[in-house]
């Protein structure tokens, strides 16, 4: 007998007190309010790592959720992913207690600019030892734009646009700058780096221009692992193109099928090995030791979301101002140059018609993804069945109440993952790219359009 589909998990995390369960923090379960402080980090890495998880995954927006009521006062408030500390910061301290477990933090292609955020990543690409990955967005909040430079949001396609050429920028930087052996180290011959194997990328095109060199010599990966959770077609075949993880958030098996089989014949079309992207729908588990436990614990967690702080958590990510809308309205099927797959959530679903009241108490736990409630053994055959009937690679697993939430995951659920054979008894490489692609895979494969632009550059 083969050996049995091998899933892959992240930690789902951002630097906000219970930023995808909003109101949690409130729980005396709860340690978000310290996630100002270095231990905090340190210890959910810890925590991940003990449960061999693949990486820790830091989202993250630059702005604050008030398209509610044209106003910050609900998100201030109710702390809905606010306070917003910054998600690089925090890695370093991460790395130095840990050995294996990947980072990949959150980094806008919309306010960015490649030339800084590649030496950024590369930096600490160096200093993690190759453990790092980069969730590439494009943003999706009015708020973001306007505090950083724009008059507006700018149109999905436009955003699209703009991260399909920084992506080309940095990957000029970071595979095609330095040549493998530029730095020679010679002492004797008076040479740190050898000049005529760093070269200047002479980048120009219509939104960057970047003549020069990187300003780092190639680190352990190279160019970071590439996350990405694009939902519209635009953002799906962005996804194909570029990314080696892609999240999803949805309710259903059937949602997850029809993505996953979208996505990897997209993948197929940009002349990639379909399995060179790991798909991770993200899920919000709640364990109990029994059955009537876990649902009980799911009624205790529903009592501690904040009905006014989702319903604007909802409104930043439909682009919908909810302060207008009677609860029990039915939520409008609408275009919206927000989050599509959020909105979508509510208006497609095949089974019901949701008003915003439901939606609210949906989205308030784990912004609304699915929810795996029940025993260990519960939790793993839910598992199991996503992975093969729904092709997921691995689990983007969310919290309700902060640290406690992967703890129990870790303690319960991973040993019965482990005792049916799906999932590692320990790590297999040294960089975040071999423990999701198999050792010996440290680098990007030829076949990813990274490695294919070095014509360009000379
Ligand atoms: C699990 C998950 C995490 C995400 N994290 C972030 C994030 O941290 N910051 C952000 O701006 N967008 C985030 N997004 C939004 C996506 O980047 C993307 O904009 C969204 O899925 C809609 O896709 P589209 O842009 O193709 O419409 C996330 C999406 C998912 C499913």
Known sequence: ????????????????????????????????????????????????????????????????????????????RHAVQLPAHDPLLIISAMAQVTEHIGFAPTVSTTYAQPYALARQL???????????????????????????????????????DRADEFLE????????????????????????????????????????????????EPSPQRTPVLFQAGASPRGRDFA????????????????????????????????RNPDDIRIFPMVLPIVGSTEEEAYQKHEDLKNHVSYEGTAALLSGHTGIDFSQYDPDQYIEDIETDAVQGNLDMYTKDPNKKWTLREAVLNHGLGNGTAKFIGTPEQIADRIEEWATVGDADGFNIAQSYSLETFREFVDHVVPELQKRGIYRTEYEGKTLRENLFGTGSSYLPDSHPARQISTLVK
């Open 1 to 76: 007998m083969g050996k049995k589909k091998q899933i892959h998990l992240n930690g789902f995390v951002q630097n906000s007190p219970s930023p995808h369960s909003t109101g949690l923090w409130k729980h005396e379960k709860d340690e978000g309010t310290k996630h100002n402080r270095l231990s905090y980090w340190t210890e959910t890495a810890q925590v991940l790592e003990r449960g061999l998880f693949d990486a820790v995954f830091i989202a993250d927006v630059l702005g604050t959720y008030s398209k509610y009521g044209n106003s910050h006062e609900a998100a201030v």
């Open 122 to 160: 590369s930096t600490l690409d160096h200093l993690t030892e190759g453990r790092l990955g980069w969730n590439v967005v494009t943003s999706y909040l009015e708020s973001e734009a306007v505090n950083l430079g724009l008059s507006g949001r700018l149109p999905k396609s436009q955003r699209y």
């Open 169 to 216: 920028v940095v990957y000029k930087l970071w595979e095609h700058s330095w040549e493998d052996g530029a730095v020679v180290y010679d002492r004797e011959g008076d040479t740190f780096a050898d000049p005529s194997k760093v070269h200047a990328i002479r980048h120009h095109g219509e939104f960057f221009d970047v003549p020069g060199i990187h300003l780092t």
């Open 240 to 271: 194909a193109k570029h990314a080696e993880a892609v999240f999803t958030k949805g309710h259903s098996l059937q949602a997850l099928k029809d993505y996953s089989a979208d996505l990897r014949r997209r993948t197929a079309a940009f002349g």
